[in-house]
């Protein structure tokens, strides 16, 4: 195996430690007892609940600056039931497909030997990979996860691997040495062009920049022939025990004629002798990558096909994410979100993720600097000519959702929807649904206290360095306050904290040099403490300078 430069996996892996779990099957397999316990519902939601802060302060500051805090609302992440589905699927496929791979088992190393052997033969060796392997199989599952654009699926993917450690560092197991470096998840972009090389290129550059090896350089020149590059990356891919392949836009491969029924093989390669899980995520026009081939179609879906649809205007999620969104005004008036308003909105952005938030961000700037609307109230023609004018090249696409145009849909492969197969898979579930509004309303109430929490403590912890001695403990209290309502509640509270200290020092500065200047100010209106200055200037003792200028005299002469 190649060195691994450690300098370079600083800070993106971890070393392994290893835990029983809960289900027998899962137990010795270092690989799977190194990974964290199976989440529960509390800590998906954690990771979804992205509500960016908009303090009273913000919302009096002046408009330039308020068009900077509105830009805030793009973070915003709302919980919503498909995501819990998502991580359960994902969650799955990475432990039962290290079931069959497990490095203490002799066929895993017996399948590493066969694919270097593979790779040491001709050209064509490529095409027996199935056949040497077939007495070692170790079938995965595959996910798809479908959907138009802006509906959310590469975000959700992208808060849901880092709940994972990507790569662990192997150096013992049941005391015994287990020197191994396991890559828990990869995602990689399929090209735009479609063309398998440069799949296999950006494969070996993802493995580079994670671990610092050279394999772009290895395996990737110009002249290499791709399908030996294919063989290339399954052998990394075994070698490496890759928990999970991402590959996102996969509906790229519908540019390339000539690699496209070679590339989706390949992805039934992996899960079929490899045994790595393959999650392939894309628009709806992906989904013709499948038709006719039920070989594909199949291993493409093997653990179901997550039809991820834009929110319905009745659903409940929608009306909890649109209330939720409301509250991120930075508007002079708040405008209360009336019915009125809800249908507008819902119109102008067809309940799809990223439109509604670019809606909501866009509808405010406009307001912000209308002189015609002093008070900066949203109303339903703002929204309709915010769409209109800020938001044109989307409304051919919007229109055609909006009036159910098959025939104009079909104009906008991205936008296609199976309508069928979304009312079978993708029903909202209403308890969980109703669970999550109830868990996010609570969690909500519960960040006033955890703030406060925060704050308590970086006040305590601030005061204890003892540096700040013109501060009293109310103002390093409230220079905590001003700070932590400034972030987000799941900051990193070092961050925090170094900005506090900061600002303290520089309040303590300032406070230091107001006393001075009070000093000099008190020593100027005491004209006796200003003689005393100057005698002692004079190395003159005060009594006699003072007694010079008449402020002492003689007692037998004062009064006799």
Same mark, same amino acid.
């Given at each position: 195996?190649?060195?691994?430069?450690?300098?370079?996996?600083?800070?993106?892996?971890?070393?392994?430690?290893?835990?029983?779990?809960?289900?027998?099957?899962?137990?010795?397999?270092?690989?799977?007892?190194?990974?964290?316990?199976?989440?529960?519902?509390?800590?998906?939601?954690?990771?979804?609940?992205?509500?960016?802060?908009?303090?009273?302060?913000?919302?009096?500051?002046?408009?330039?600056?308020?068009?900077?805090?509105?830009?805030?609302?793009?973070?915003?992440?709302?919980?919503?039931?498909?995501?819990?589905?998502?991580?359960?699927?994902?969650?799955?496929?990475?432990?039962?497909?290290?079931?069959?791979?497990?490095?203490?088992?002799?066929?895993?190393?017996?399948?590493?030997?066969?694919?270097?052997?593979?790779?040491?033969?001709?050209?064509?060796?490529?095409?027996?990979?199935?056949?040497?392997?077939?007495?070692?199989?170790?079938?995965?599952?595959?996910?798809?996860?479908?959907?138009?654009?802006?509906?959310?699926?590469?975000?959700?993917?992208?808060?849901?691997?880092?709940?994972?450690?990507?790569?662990?560092?192997?150096?013992?197991?049941?005391?015994?040495?287990?020197?191994?470096?396991?890559?828990?998840?990869?995602?990689?972009?399929?090209?735009?062009?479609?063309?398998?090389?440069?799949?296999?290129?950006?494969?070996?550059?993802?493995?580079?920049?994670?671990?610092?090896?050279?394999?772009?350089?290895?395996?990737?020149?110009?002249?290499?022939?791709?399908?030996?590059?294919?063989?290339?990356?399954?052998?990394?891919?075994?070698?490496?025990?890759?928990?999970?392949?991402?590959?996102? =836009? $996969?509906?790229?491969?519908?540019?390339? /004629?000539?690699?496209? &029924? !070679?590339?989706?093989?390949?992805?039934?390669?992996?899960? +079929?002798?490899?045994?790595?899980?393959?999650?392939?995520?894309?628009?709806?026009?992906?989904?013709?990558?499948?038709?006719?081939?039920?070989?594909?179609?199949?291993?493409?879906?093997?653990?179901?096909?997550?039809?991820?649809?834009?929110?319905?205007?009745?659903?409940?999620?929608?009306?909890?994410?649109?209330?939720?969104?409301?509250?991120?005004?930075?508007?002079?008036?708040?405008?209360?979100?009336?019915?009125?308003?809800?249908?507008?909105?819902?119109?102008?952005?067809?309940?799809?993720?990223?439109?509604?938030?670019?809606?909501?961000?866009?509808?405010?700037?406009?307001?912000?600097?209308?002189?015609?609307?002093?008070? =900066? $109230?949203?109303?339903?023609?703002?929204? /309709?000519?915010?769409? &209109? !004018?800020?938001?044109?090249?989307?409304?051919?696409?919007? +229109?055609?959702?909006?009036?159910?145009?098959?025939?104009?849909?079909?104009?906008?492969?991205?936008?296609?929807?199976?309508?069928?197969?979304?009312?079978?898979?993708?029903?909202?579930?209403?308890?969980?649904?109703?669970?999550?509004?109830?868990?996010?309303?609570?969690?909500?109430?519960?960040?006033?206290?955890?703030?406060?929490?925060?704050?308590?403590?970086?006040?305590?912890?601030?005061?204890?360095?003892?540096?700040?001695?013109?501060?009293?403990?109310?103002?390093?209290?409230?220079?905590?306050?001003?700070?932590?309502?400034?972030?987000?509640?799941?900051?990193?509270?070092?961050?925090?904290?170094?900005?506090?200290?900061?600002?303290?020092?520089?309040?303590?500065?300032? /406070?230091?040099?107001?006393? !001075?200047?009070?000093?000099?100010?008190?020593?100027?209106?005491?004209?006796?403490?200003?003689?005393?200055?100057?005698?002692?200037?004079?190395?003159?003792?005060?009594?006699?300078?003072?007694?010079?200028?008449?402020?002492?005299?003689?007692?037998?002469?004062?009064?006799?």
């Amino acid at each position: 195996m190649e060195k691994i430069n450690d300098l370079v996996l600083k800070g993106t892996f971890k070393t392994a430690t290893y835990e029983q779990k809960v289900l027998s099957e899962y137990n010795n397999n270092p690989f799977i007892e190194a990974l964290p316990s199976i989440f529960n519902e509390d800590d998906v939601l954690e990771r979804f609940m992205v509500t960016p802060r908009i303090s009273e302060t913000d919302k009096k500051s002046e408009s330039n600056i308020r068009y900077h805090i509105l830009k805030r609302a793009r973070n915003f992440i709302q919980p919503l039931p498909i995501h819990f589905e998502v991580e359960r699927r994902l969650s799955t496929l990475i432990r039962r497909g290290y079931l069959a791979r497990n490095p203490l088992d002799k066929t895993f190393l017996e399948r590493i030997r066969v694919l270097h052997e593979l790779r040491e033969e001709q050209e064509l060796a490529h095409k027996h990979i199935e056949d040497r392997l077939n007495y070692i199989r170790s079938t995965a599952d595959s996910l798809s996860i479908i959907g138009i654009s802006g509906i959310g699926k590469t975000t959700a993917i992208e808060r849901l691997l880092p709940m994972y450690p990507q790569v662990i560092k192997h150096e013992t197991y049941a005391g015994q040495p287990f020197n191994r470096t396991q890559i828990v998840w990869l995602k990689i972009d399929c090209p735009y062009d479609g063309s398998l090389s440069t799949l296999c290129k950006s494969f070996f550059k993802a493995i580079d920049d994670l671990l610092g090896t050279r394999y772009l350089e290895k395996y990737g020149y110009l002249n290499r022939v791709t399908s030996t590059m294919l063989l290339h990356m399954t052998s990394l891919a075994a070698m490496f025990g890759i928990g999970v392949l991402v590959i996102d =836009e $996969i509906q790229h491969l519908l540019h390339s /004629k000539n690699d496209q &029924e !070679e590339m989706l093989n390949f992805f039934v390669t992996l899960s +079929n002798t490899v045994g790595i899980p393959t999650v392939l995520i894309g628009t709806s026009k992906a989904q013709q990558l499948f038709k006719g081939n039920f070989r594909q179609a199949r291993r493409a879906s093997s653990d179901g096909a997550v039809i991820w649809d834009r929110m319905a205007e009745e659903s409940e999620e929608w009306e909890f994410f649109l209330e939720t969104l409301w509250k991120l005004q930075c508007l002079k008036t708040p405008t209360t979100l009336t019915n009125e308003l809800k249908v507008a909105f819902y119109r102008e952005c067809q309940g799809i993720t990223a439109v509604a938030i670019n809606l909501f961000i866009l509808a405010q700037e406009r307001v912000l600097f209308d002189e015609g609307n002093p008070e =900066e $109230i949203l109303t339903p023609r703002v929204l /309709k000519k915010t769409a &209109e !004018e800020d938001m044109q090249t989307l409304q051919p696409m919007l +229109n055609a959702i909006r009036n159910n145009n098959l025939a104009d849909m079909m104009k906008y492969e991205d936008i296609m929807i199976n309508l069928d197969e979304v009312m079978l898979n993708h029903k909202r579930d209403t308890e969980i649904s109703g669970r999550i509004k109830e868990a996010f309303k609570e969690r909500q109430n519960t960040i006033d206290l955890k703030r406060k929490d925060i704050i308590e403590s970086l006040s305590i912890e601030v005061a204890a360095l003892g540096i700040f001695e013109h501060l009293s403990s109310q103002d390093i209290k409230t220079l905590s306050t001003k700070v932590v309502e400034t972030y987000p509640i799941d900051v990193d509270v070092s961050k925090l904290k170094s900005e506090v200290i900061q600002k303290a020092i520089k309040l303590n500065e300032d /406070k230091n040099s107001h006393k !001075e200047t009070a000093k000099l100010k008190n020593i100027e209106t005491l004209p006796l403490l200003k003689l005393r200055n100057q005698s002692l200037n004079k190395k003159v003792h005060p009594y006699d300078h003072l007694k010079d200028r008449g402020y002492i005299k003689t007692p037998i002469e004062e009064f006799y």
